[in-house]
């Protein structure tokens, strides 16, 4: 009992002797610390230089590109309707919705039979009308030689007239008989009076039949004409739409069986803004032909077709802007069709001694920042005369400088900047500079070591800390087990 009560003693004072050095260690570990936090100079914390992207402000001319969205609209539409009613007799086999045709291709025909009877009727009264010219021309030739013959027995009237009035006056003849010969002579020319008016009369008759010729051509070209109305052909190529033919349908007069649309003639509707609408102008105010790019996305494919600006919309909407027509520049095979959504570009009138930036290189308000003397910041307020997609072009601009091409939050006036290449040089001074460090410290290390035999130990365990475990071997392998000795006596007494 009594060797377990030393044995737990013994325990208790090892235990507190451990404990008193435990904290004179931390305590003198803290007070290291403070002593070093106090003595250690405090350096300035080094300027920090941010990596950007820049770039040097030239002048140029630059054709800026306006970018828009319209509807493509057809610009040259036919509906097919029926001039004659009737049934379809023929129909072409491509009639459908979305096929194409050529000029001069047959669509469909109505049958002709009741049109051939009224041409047939009127090549009749044509024929009709030219016998009765031939007969009125008889006529006339007969009236003439009628009015001739009159005319020639009134002269020998008038003659036997004068002969009788000359030998009543010399008294060979009785005055009974000069006055039979003056009625006579009056019926003669009553005669020609009468032949004078049947030969107009026959001429009347011929400009008639004339007439009546005429108007039977005319008949007869309607009716030939209606005869070739029957058959509906394609008087340019396209492609239909909207078709409701079908063979052996009775269609009436004037009925719509479809739509051809001409799809060499397709145009671009777009609305721009006025401050937009106002750059497409020219001089005197009229629209000018600028050229334009239609894009047609259709999903990974993209289908690009030339196109030239044609005219203004007559009226504008309350919303503001203006509607502005672009032909297309393209043949019939082209995919666009009436109704697609596309993207216009047109090319603005160039525009000379500017500058064209990145999007992101200026704000909203135009401010730039230049890079100036000792890479430092400079902000700089710019005219940004366009907005494009990623670009814009600036004007009243410091041509020759280096501006950020790209701003973040972190720059501001004054900021200290550097580019690519001098950062890559940086770091490369900053690595000669560390190796310099390094080599420097390798050679004081020698110099120390050599003056061990001469400086001491001590001296030479305080300055490298490394040498210091083995200079301290000989004290501390007889501290060791001088620790240990006073903590073996307990060991076997706990473990018996």
């Known amino acids: 009992m009594r060797f377990l009560l030393r044995s737990l003693v013994g325990t208790l004072i090892v235990l507190a002797l451990m404990a008193g050095a435990l904290s004179f260690g931390v305590s003198r570990l803290g007070a290291a610390r403070e002593a070093a936090s106090v003595e250690r100079p405090k350096r300035a914390a080094p300027e920090r230089v941010y990596t950007v992207q820049d770039r ?9 590109v306006l970018t828009a969205y319209g509807t493509v609209e057809a610009g040259r539409v036919l509906e097919l309707r029926t001039a004659q009613p009737g049934r379809v007799i023929d129909i072409a086999g491509d009639f459908r919705e979305g096929s194409r045709v050529a000029e001069g291709d047959l669509l469909l025909r109505i049958d002709p039979a009741t049109t051939r009877s009224r041409e047939a009727d009127a090549v009749a009264g044509l024929a009709d009308a030219r016998s009765r010219e031939a007969q009125a021309v008889q006529a006339v030739a007969l009236a003439e030689a009628e009015l001739a013959a009159a005319r020639t027995q009134s002269n020998l009237r008038r003659d036997a007239l004068r002969r009788r009035v000359d030998l009543a006056n010399r008294g060979l003849v009785a005055k009974t008989a000069v006055e039979a010969d003056q009625l006579a002579f009056a019926s003669a020319e009553q005669s020609v009076i009468t032949r004078r008016q049947a030969l107009e009369n026959a001429r009347k008759q011929v400009e008639q039949a004339r007439l009546a010729i005429q108007r039977a051509d005319l008949a007869v070209s309607d009716t030939r004409r209606d005869v070739a109305d029957t058959a509906i052909r394609a008087p340019f190529a396209g492609v239909l739409t909207e078709t409701t033919a079908v063979l052996g349908r009775l269609v009436g007069t004037n009925e719509a069986l ?10 671009v509707a777009f609305r721009v803004s006025d401050a937009q609408f106002a750059r497409l102008l020219g001089e005197n105010g009229a629209l000018l032909p600028l050229k334009a790019r239609v894009f047609l996305d259709l999903g990974e494919r993209r289908i690009d077709t030339g196109a030239v600006l044609a005219r203004i919309a007559a009226i504008t909407g ?3 802007g203006r509607t502005v027509y672009a032909t297309v520049l393209a043949d019939g095979s082209t995919p666009l069709r009436p109704g697609d959504f596309v993207t216009v570009e047109v090319d603005e009138p160039p525009l000379t001694q500017v500058a064209e930036i990145p999007a992101r290189a200026a704000t909203e308000a135009g401010v730039i920042y230049v890079i100036g003397e000792e890479n430092r910041l400079e902000e700089t307020r710019v005219r940004i005369l366009r907005r494009m997609a990623d670009t814009l072009v600036i004007d009243e601009a410091p041509f ?3 501006i950020v091409a790209e701003l973040r939050p972190q720059l501001g006036p004054g900021i200290k900047v550097q580019n690519a290449e001098e950062a890559a040089l940086a770091q490369e001074e900053a690595k000669r500079e560390a190796a310099a460090r390094r080599a420097a410290r390798g050679g004081g290390g020698e110099g120390e070591g050599g003056g061990r035999p001469g400086g001491g130990r001590p001296g030479g365990e305080r300055a490298t800390g490394a040498p210091s475990g083995n200079a301290g071997k000989p004290g501390g392998d007889e501290a060791a087990p001088a620790a240990e000795g006073g903590a073996r006596p307990a ?3 706990g473990g018996s």
């Open 318 to 320: 309350a919303e503001g």
């Open 258 to 267: 479809g739509r051809l649309i001409d799809l060499a003639a397709l145009e």
């Open 400 to 402: 020759g400088a280096r």
């Open 491 to 493: 060991r076997p007494a």
């Open 56 to 64: 040097v402000l030239e002048p140029a001319t630059v054709t800026p």
